[in-house]
């Protein structure tokens, strides 16, 4: 059985299809999110990636912030589920889950089951965010896919106290006028996201594993600055700005099972 997760978010828009809800089919994503032709595409993309037919699809569910606007889903779901249950399909181990996307940041503590046990999140300010992470890749003019490999580089980290981006942004702009090195100042900024993420963290149980999942654990300068914090390994999937569509496209496989499609 086919079944298909769709996540709309406020940066990208990812679709997942799964077999039997064990298997990745296909997998789609497209940089523009909810609000822009980012939906649309990225069903089109996904059956056209596939060959699958959308008759074929047992079940969708949508998740994330654009989760009501998509027409073909049969349901929708809250991205904290979907990230749980996508996590705990990629990690059984995960406990602890930081998911930083495009707009906003949260920590999730998981059971065994991949059942949410409780979550912290920042969507009031776009600091921590991928937002504050794509304002500062246009100051620095270095695209977002090369900023972990300039991240380490960086032999004097600069630091980037400003706790909004806008005074962030006019920080980072004078520390470079001022000759700090740009890896250096790129340091700086993934530490600043990172400060801003513990402060979620800490609310958990803080039981390991730890999971980093969404757009922003692809910047392994990022996920470098994590571990340092925490001083503990944290867990990484290729997929992890997929994560909440695979959830969603498991849940759907748990709907269509309980339908007995
Ligand atoms: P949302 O679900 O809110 O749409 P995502 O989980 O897709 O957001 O995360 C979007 C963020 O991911 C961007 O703001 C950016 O900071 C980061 N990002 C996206 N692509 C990359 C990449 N190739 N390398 C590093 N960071 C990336």
């Known amino acids: ?14 679709a997942v299809i799964m077999g039997d809800g064990k298997e990745l089919v296909a997998t789609a994503v497209v940089q523009a999110g909810t609000g822009t032709s980012g939906p649309k595409r990225v069903t089109a993309e996904i059956f056209e990636r596939s060959g699958v037919l959308p008759e074929q699809i047992s079940a969708t569910i949508a998740t994330g912030y654009g989760r009501y606007g998509v027409d073909m889903a049969d349901g929708q779901i809250s991205e904290i589920t ?18 930083i996307g495009g707009q906003d940041a949260k920590a999730i503590s998981i059971n065994e089951n991949g059942r949410v046990l409780s979550f912290f999140m920042n969507e009031k ?38 706790t909004c981006t806008v005074f962030a942004e006019s920080e980072v702009i004078s520390q470079l006028s001022n000759g700090a090195r740009r890896e250096d100042v790129i340091r700086g900024v993934h530490n600043s996201v990172i400060s801003r993420a513990m402060a979620l963290l800490y609310r958990t149980h803080m039981e390991p594993a730890f999971v980093f999942t969404g757009g922003v654990a692809q910047n392994s300068g990022v996920v470098d600055s994590l571990r340092r914090e925490l001083r503990q390994e944290v867990l990484v999937s290729p997929q992890a700005q997929l994560t909440g569509a695979i959830g969603a496209a498991l849940l759907a496989q748990e709907k269509a099972d309980q339908k007995g499609v």
């Open 1 to 14: 059985m086919l079944t298909l997760g769709i996540d709309i978010g406020s940066a990208s828009s990812k």
């Open 82 to 99: 979907c990230h749980a249950k996508g996590v705990h399909f990629l990690f059984p181990a995960a406990r602890t889950i930081l998911d």
């Open 125 to 162: 300010c776009a600091a921590g965010t991928g937002r504050f992470l794509e304002v500062m890749a246009r100051i620095l003019e270095i695209p977002l896919s090369e900023m972990g490999d300039w991240d380490r580089k960086s032999e004097h980290p600069a630091v980037v106290s400003s």
